[in-house]
């Protein structure tokens, strides 16, 4: 390990060789640059060093190709076939979205999310309206989606504005989950720290009992989200790294269909 402190500020940098191995001059050189990268920003990255390096954990894609003349003027279209083929695949959750939201100031946080409808309209999943996602929603309404699947070596971005769902859809939705995940959606202040697990499962209960014998309604405070995309990145992993992206984005209501560099 290669260590370097100064004022009270401390710069370790994990190395995959260790730092004896390494030329002197190298070794200086990079001392110093951790110097300056240290005093002109405020800004301190601290590996510990305790958890291993992955560097060999990589593999090479080579099953498909992606072309522009390939895909269809629609990035919905598009995503259609793509989505299809990821269920056809028989892939675990082929649905599930990284979903990375921000707040007002910039800050951002991504969860999985399971997107439970598409169509030109958008991407729409369904979640608790005072979680952590949706606060971040209300402060700042633009986000993005990740799907990845491995197995096909693809990824698709979508960026947008989200909205809520109409009242309806997300009743339609709601009635389509099974009891149990309808209290759960209810027992759940979903974001909020909680004394313990025990707490949860007494909520269930307790919601259960409330509910017996009657139609368990949409709680108020959950619902669907719908992204309406302006932007979708298809990406197909290639032979030494050198993936194909083709970008949509919307320009004068037009989709602008780009090759991006990987
Ligand atoms: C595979 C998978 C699917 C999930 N699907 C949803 C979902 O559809 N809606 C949801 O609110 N949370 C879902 N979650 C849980 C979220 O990742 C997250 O923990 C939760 O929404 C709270 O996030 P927040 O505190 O950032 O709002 C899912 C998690 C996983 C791993």
Not at 218 to 236: D, T, V
Not at 238 to 250: A, G, K, P, T, V
């Amino acid at each position: 390990m290669l260590q370097y402190k100064k004022q009270g500020v401390e710069v370790e940098i994990i190395t995959p060789v260790r730092v004896e191995q390494l030329p002197a001059t190298f070794v200086s050189g990079l001392m110093l640059l951790c110097y300056f990268r240290a005093t002109e920003s405020k800004d301190v990255i601290i590996f510990s060093g305790t958890m291993g390096d992955y560097v060999q954990l990589r593999r090479e894609y080579m099953l498909k190709s992606l072309r522009k003349t390939d895909v269809l003027p629609n990035p919905f279209e598009q995503f259609d076939i793509w989505f299809k083929e990821a269920v056809n695949a028989k892939l675990p959750d082929p649905n599930a979205i990284t979903l990375a939201t921000s707040t007002f100031e910039g800050r951002p946080s991504a969860r999985v999310v399971l997107m439970k409808h598409y169509d030109s309209d958008g991407i729409a999943f369904f979640t608790n309206y005072e979680s952590r996602k949706a606060r971040n929603l209300l402060q700042n309404p633009y986000a993005a989606m990740v799907f990845f699947w491995p197995e096909l070596e693809r990824q698709v971005r979508i960026e947008g504005k989200v909205s809520r769902v109409s009242e309806q859809q997300s009743d339609r939705y709601f009635q389509t989950r099974p009891e149990g995940s309808k209290i759960g959606a209810w027992a759940s202040p979903q974001s909020s720290v909680i004394p313990n697990r025990r707490y949860l499962e007494q909520l269930h209960a307790d919601f259960m009992e409330e509910f017996q014998g009657t139609t368990i309604k949409r709680p108020p405070n959950w619902g669907g989200y719908i992204l309406q995309p302006a932007l979708f990145e298809f990406w197909q992993g290639r032979e030494n790294r050198l993936h194909d992206r083709i970008q949509y984005s919307l320009v004068n209501e037009k989709w602008l269909i780009e090759r991006l560099a990987p």
